[in-house]
Antibody
Framework: QVQLQQWGAGLLKPSETLSLTCAVHGGSFSGYYWTWIRQSPGKGLEWIGEINHSGSTNYNPSVKSRVTISIDTANYQFSLKMTSVTAADTAVYFC?????????????WGQGTLVTVSS | DIVLTQSPPSLPVTPGEPASISCRSSQSLLHTNGHNYLEWYLQKPGQSPHLLIYLGSNRASGVPDRFSGSGSGTDFTLRITTVEAEDIGIYYCMQALQTPFTFGPGTRVDFK
C-alpha cells in the first residue's frame, strides 16, 4: 500500500522560504510524476508542479520563478521550496502521485500541511 | 490555462436520491488518443481530495459503482445513482490534458 507522508514548517514570515518534504512509503519511485498541489480559500486547488524520478520538472507559470521541486531517490523523498512567500501563499499544501505515462489520476495524496504566512 | 467551471456551486441532496454535477471546460479535453483528460475528486472535511473518476469515465480503484462519469470535449457530468451519507463533501473536476493542470471551483454536496 502506497503512503505519502509530508512535513515542513507551518508558520512563515513574508519574504521567507517555504520548505516541504514528502516521503513515499511503498510502491515504486520510478514511473510516476511526484506533484505538489495547494489549496487556499481564495484560489481553491492549484497545481504547483511536478517532478519525475529522473529529475525532469514542470511548473505552474504562476509560481515558476519562485519554486523548485527536487527529488531524493535514495530516500524516496521529494521536496518543494518556494522563495519570497507572501500572505497569498497561505494554503494547505499536498503532495500527490500520478502515473508518468498514463493519466490514471492522483490516486495517492499526502495528508496536507497548513502553511501560514504572517508577520 | 484551461478554465473549468462547475454547476451547481451547491447541491442539497436527499439520501437515496440521485445527484449530478456538471463541469465545463474552456477548451476541449479530448486528446488525440481518444481519451478525455478529465478527472473527478471528492474532498471530505479535513481530508485530502480522493480520486473518483479518471479519463472522463473510468472509476478509480475501490470507488462504488453508484458513481459514474460521462461527457466529452468540453462538457462533463458526474452522476451518483443513489446518494449515501458518506458522499457528502466537495466535488472537484480537474483537467489533466495540459500543464498547468487546473481544477474547477468545486460543488458542495450536503443533505437538505
Amino acid at each position: 500500500q502506497v503512503q505519502l507522508q509530508q512535513w515542513g514548517a507551518g508558520l512563515l514570515k513574508p519574504s521567507e522560504t517555504l520548505s516541504l518534504t514528502c516521503a513515499v512509503h511503498g510502491g515504486s519511485f520510478s514511473g510516476y510524476y511526484w506533484t505538489w498541489i495547494r489549496q487556499s480559500p481564495g484560489k481553491g486547488l492549484e497545481w504547483i508542479g511536478e517532478i519525475n524520478h529522473s529529475g525532469s520538472t514542470n511548473y505552474n507559470p504562476s509560481v515558476k520563478s519562485r519554486v523548485t521541486i527536487s527529488i531524493d531517490t535514495a530516500n524516496y523523498q521529494f521536496s518543494l521550496k518556494m522563495t519570497s512567500v507572501t500572505a497569498a501563499d497561505t494554503a494547505v499544501y499536498f503532495c500527490a502521485r500520478v502515473h508518468l505515462y498514463y493519466n490514471y489520476g492522483y490516486e495517492y495524496w499526502g495528508q496536507g500541511t497548513l502553511v501560514t504566512v504572517s508577520s | 490555462d484551461i478554465v473549468l467551471t462547475q454547476s451547481p456551486p451547491s447541491l442539497p441532496v436527499t439520501p437515496g436520491e440521485p445527484a449530478s454535477i456538471s463541469c465545463r471546460s474552456s477548451q476541449s479535453l479530448l486528446h488525440t488518443n481518444g481519451h478525455n483528460y478529465l478527472e473527478w475528486y471528492l474532498q471530505k472535511p479535513g481530508q485530502s481530495p480522493h480520486l473518483l473518476i479518471y479519463l472522463g469515465s473510468n472509476r478509480a480503484s475501490g470507488v462504488p459503482d453508484r458513481f459514474s462519469g460521462s461527457g466529452s470535449g468540453t462538457d462533463f457530468t458526474l452522476r451518483i445513482t443513489t446518494v449515501e451519507a458518506e458522499d457528502i463533501g466537495i466535488y472537484y473536476c480537474m483537467q489533466a490534458l495540459q500543464t498547468p493542470f487546473t481544477f474547477g471551483p468545486g460543488t458542495r454536496v450536503d443533505f437538505k
